[in-house]
Protein backbone atom coordinates (compact mmCIF):
# COMPACT_ATOMS: atom_id res chain seq x y z
CA UNK A 1 0.00 0.00 0.00
CA UNK A 2 1.29 3.35 -0.77
CA UNK A 3 2.32 5.72 1.64
CA UNK A 4 -1.37 7.71 2.79
CA UNK A 5 -1.49 11.92 2.25
CA UNK A 6 -2.64 12.85 5.59
CA UNK A 7 -3.03 16.52 4.63
CA UNK A 8 -6.37 15.68 2.19
CA UNK A 9 -8.25 14.54 5.67
CA UNK A 10 -11.74 15.96 5.69
CA UNK A 11 -14.70 16.14 7.46
CA UNK A 12 -17.51 13.59 7.18
CA UNK A 13 -20.08 13.15 10.26
CA UNK A 14 -21.10 13.77 13.35
CA UNK A 15 -22.92 11.16 15.12
CA UNK A 16 -24.24 11.30 18.50
CA UNK A 17 -25.57 7.33 18.66
CA UNK A 18 -23.94 4.28 16.78
CA UNK A 19 -26.76 3.82 14.90
CA UNK A 20 -26.25 7.32 13.08
CA UNK A 21 -22.82 6.53 11.86
CA UNK A 22 -22.19 5.34 7.84
CA UNK A 23 -22.59 1.79 7.10
CA UNK A 24 -20.07 -0.50 8.80
CA UNK A 25 -17.66 -0.51 5.98
CA UNK A 26 -13.88 -0.26 4.89
CA UNK A 27 -11.82 0.61 7.99
CA UNK A 28 -11.72 3.32 11.35
CA UNK A 29 -9.21 3.77 13.41
CA UNK A 30 -10.20 5.85 17.00
CA UNK A 31 -8.62 8.55 18.55
CA UNK A 32 -9.62 8.46 22.44
CA UNK A 33 -8.46 10.05 25.63
CA UNK A 34 -9.37 12.11 28.58
CA UNK A 35 -10.72 15.19 27.42
CA UNK A 36 -7.18 16.73 28.64
CA UNK A 37 -5.40 14.97 26.66
CA UNK A 38 -4.68 16.81 23.64
CA UNK A 39 -6.32 14.62 21.25
CA UNK A 40 -7.72 17.08 18.99
CA UNK A 41 -4.38 18.99 18.75
CA UNK A 42 -2.61 15.37 18.20
CA UNK A 43 -5.18 15.18 15.52
CA UNK A 44 -4.18 18.39 13.80
CA UNK A 45 -0.96 17.19 13.78
CA UNK A 46 -1.54 14.36 12.29
CA UNK A 47 -3.02 15.84 9.08
CA UNK A 48 -1.35 19.31 9.38
CA UNK A 49 -4.30 21.35 9.94
CA UNK A 50 -4.95 23.97 12.57
CA UNK A 51 -8.53 23.48 13.00
CA UNK A 52 -9.87 19.94 11.25
CA UNK A 53 -10.40 18.75 14.97
CA UNK A 54 -11.80 21.75 16.94
CA UNK A 55 -10.02 22.64 20.19
CA UNK A 56 -11.02 24.01 22.98
CA UNK A 57 -10.03 25.32 25.90
CA UNK A 58 -12.98 23.92 27.40
CA UNK A 59 -12.74 20.49 27.75
CA UNK A 60 -15.08 18.14 26.97
CA UNK A 61 -16.19 19.93 24.05
CA UNK A 62 -15.97 16.82 21.60
CA UNK A 63 -19.82 15.51 22.48
CA UNK A 64 -20.21 13.29 19.12
CA UNK A 65 -18.75 10.64 17.25
CA UNK A 66 -16.76 12.75 14.86
CA UNK A 67 -15.68 11.07 11.57
CA UNK A 68 -12.96 12.35 9.02
CA UNK A 69 -12.16 10.07 5.21
CA UNK A 70 -8.61 9.85 5.02
CA UNK A 71 -8.75 8.04 1.95
CA UNK A 72 -11.92 6.09 0.33
CA UNK A 73 -13.14 3.35 2.86
CA UNK A 74 -10.18 4.85 5.62
CA UNK A 75 -11.42 7.34 7.91
CA UNK A 76 -10.83 8.55 11.71
CA UNK A 77 -13.14 8.79 14.67
CA UNK A 78 -12.73 11.08 17.23
CA UNK A 79 -14.57 10.07 19.99
CA UNK A 80 -16.01 12.21 23.08
CA UNK A 81 -13.22 12.96 25.49
CA UNK A 82 -13.82 10.92 28.67
CA UNK A 83 -13.09 12.06 32.65
CA UNK A 84 -14.28 15.86 32.16
CA UNK A 85 -16.70 16.45 35.65
CA UNK A 86 -18.51 19.44 34.79
CA UNK A 87 -20.51 17.42 31.59
CA UNK A 88 -23.98 17.00 32.48
CA UNK A 89 -24.35 13.41 34.04
CA UNK A 90 -27.16 12.40 31.41
CA UNK A 91 -24.90 13.24 28.92
CA UNK A 92 -22.02 11.82 30.29
CA UNK A 93 -23.96 8.62 30.41
CA UNK A 94 -25.25 8.95 26.83
CA UNK A 95 -21.20 8.92 25.68
CA UNK A 96 -20.22 6.11 27.60
CA UNK A 97 -22.82 4.10 26.43
CA UNK A 98 -22.59 5.32 22.54
CA UNK A 99 -18.63 4.80 23.09
CA UNK A 100 -18.89 1.47 24.80
CA UNK A 101 -21.08 -0.07 21.65
CA UNK A 102 -18.82 1.75 19.07
CA UNK A 103 -15.72 -0.15 20.25
CA UNK A 104 -17.66 -3.88 20.78
CA UNK A 105 -19.81 -3.45 17.83
CA UNK A 106 -18.08 -1.74 15.34
CA UNK A 107 -16.83 -4.08 12.60
CA UNK A 108 -14.44 -1.65 10.64
CA UNK A 109 -12.65 -0.56 13.34
CA UNK A 110 -9.48 -1.43 13.80
CA UNK A 111 -7.80 -0.22 16.81
CA UNK A 112 -7.47 2.94 18.88
CA UNK A 113 -5.14 5.47 19.49
CA UNK A 114 -5.37 6.44 22.96
CA UNK A 115 -4.04 9.71 24.37
CA UNK A 116 -2.45 10.15 27.93
CA UNK A 117 -1.13 12.95 29.15
CA UNK A 118 2.94 12.03 29.57
CA UNK A 119 2.58 13.09 33.15
CA UNK A 120 -0.34 11.84 34.34
CA UNK A 121 -0.69 8.33 32.25
CA UNK A 122 -2.64 5.49 32.83
CA UNK A 123 -5.42 7.37 34.97
CA UNK A 124 -8.09 4.84 36.32
CA UNK A 125 -10.47 5.88 33.40
CA UNK A 126 -7.56 5.28 31.07
CA UNK A 127 -7.73 1.51 32.48
CA UNK A 128 -11.37 1.41 31.97
CA UNK A 129 -10.66 2.35 28.05
CA UNK A 130 -7.83 -0.44 28.18
CA UNK A 131 -10.26 -2.84 29.04
CA UNK A 132 -13.25 -2.05 27.04
CA UNK A 133 -10.77 -2.14 23.87
CA UNK A 134 -9.36 -5.30 25.40
CA UNK A 135 -13.23 -6.59 26.00
CA UNK A 136 -13.50 -5.64 21.94
CA UNK A 137 -10.56 -7.45 21.03
CA UNK A 138 -9.03 -4.25 19.53
CA UNK A 139 -5.44 -3.31 19.21
CA UNK A 140 -3.93 -0.17 21.02
CA UNK A 141 -1.44 2.32 19.80
CA UNK A 142 -0.69 4.52 23.19
CA UNK A 143 0.46 7.77 22.55
CA UNK A 144 2.07 9.93 25.55
CA UNK A 145 0.57 13.05 24.58
CA UNK A 146 2.42 16.76 25.67
CA UNK A 147 5.86 15.23 25.47
CA UNK A 148 7.07 18.92 25.46
CA UNK A 149 5.64 19.30 28.73
CA UNK A 150 8.67 16.89 30.02
CA UNK A 151 12.29 17.13 30.32
CA UNK A 152 13.80 14.30 27.61
CA UNK A 153 14.60 11.74 30.83
CA UNK A 154 11.58 12.33 31.90
CA UNK A 155 10.53 10.95 28.73
CA UNK A 156 12.51 8.04 28.45
CA UNK A 157 11.77 7.00 32.65
CA UNK A 158 7.85 7.41 31.88
CA UNK A 159 8.00 5.23 28.42
CA UNK A 160 10.08 2.48 30.56
CA UNK A 161 7.35 2.62 33.33
CA UNK A 162 4.73 2.09 30.63
CA UNK A 163 6.05 -0.33 28.75
CA UNK A 164 6.76 -2.55 32.39
CA UNK A 165 3.44 -1.89 33.29
CA UNK A 166 0.97 -2.83 29.87
CA UNK A 167 3.06 -5.75 29.30
CA UNK A 168 0.56 -8.30 30.22
CA UNK A 169 -2.01 -6.75 27.70
CA UNK A 170 -3.86 -9.72 25.34
CA UNK A 171 -4.15 -7.69 22.40
CA UNK A 172 -1.78 -5.84 20.19
CA UNK A 173 -0.28 -2.65 21.30
CA UNK A 174 2.51 -0.27 21.16
CA UNK A 175 3.40 3.37 22.78
CA UNK A 176 5.09 6.58 21.29
CA UNK A 177 5.78 10.20 23.07
CA UNK A 178 4.11 13.05 20.96
CA UNK A 179 4.55 16.60 20.83
CA UNK A 180 1.96 18.22 19.07
CA UNK A 181 3.48 21.90 18.95
CA UNK A 182 7.22 20.53 18.49
CA UNK A 183 5.54 17.97 15.90
CA UNK A 184 7.76 15.36 17.49
CA UNK A 185 6.46 11.64 16.86
CA UNK A 186 3.75 13.17 14.24
CA UNK A 187 5.79 10.68 11.28
CA UNK A 188 6.06 7.17 13.81
CA UNK A 189 2.21 7.97 14.04
CA UNK A 190 1.79 8.03 10.59
CA UNK A 191 3.58 4.99 9.83
CA UNK A 192 1.66 3.03 12.56
CA UNK A 193 -2.01 4.51 11.14
CA UNK A 194 -0.27 3.23 8.02
CA UNK A 195 0.44 -0.10 8.76
CA UNK A 196 -3.00 -0.36 10.46
CA UNK A 197 -4.62 0.56 6.98
CA UNK A 198 -2.38 -1.63 4.67
CA UNK A 199 -3.27 -4.59 6.84
CA UNK A 200 -6.87 -4.44 6.30
CA UNK A 201 -5.98 -4.59 2.35
CA UNK A 202 -4.17 -8.04 3.47
CA UNK A 203 -6.99 -9.41 5.22
Not at 28 to 33: T, V
Not at 118 to 132: E, S
Not at 157 to 185: C, D, F, H, Y
Request: glycine letters at 6%; hydrophobic letters at 35%; charged letters at 30%.
Amino acid sequence: MADINFNKTRFTTSAPYLHSLPPDQGMEIAFAGRSNAGKSSALNALVNRKSLAKTSGQPGKTQHINLFEVEPGLRIADLPGYGYAKVPPREKKRWEQEMTKYILQRNCLKGLVLLMDIRHPLTDLDRAMIDLAVRGDREIHFILSKADKVKANARKKTLVEMNNKLRGLTVPWSIQTLSSVKKEGVKELKQHMEFWYSEGFDD
